[in-house]
């Protein structure tokens, strides 16, 4: 039987992805992202902040 279970967002399991610290393009806020994220929103200006850029800018 085939049971549907819920992805659980925080759960990384066997997962390799390590957290990647930068800064915001747009307003230099301090991101986190991690290496399995392709982009994420900024919390303070709200621009998109993509992996390539935050690789650009990271601290
Ligand atoms: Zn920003």
Known sequence: MNEERPLKGC???????????CRCPGCGEELEMFSDDSKITCPKCGREV??????????
């Open 11 to 21: 759960a990384v399991e066997g997962r390799n992805v390590s957290p990647i610290t």
């Open 50 to 59: 993509t992996i390539e850029e935050c690789r650009a800018n990271r601290i």
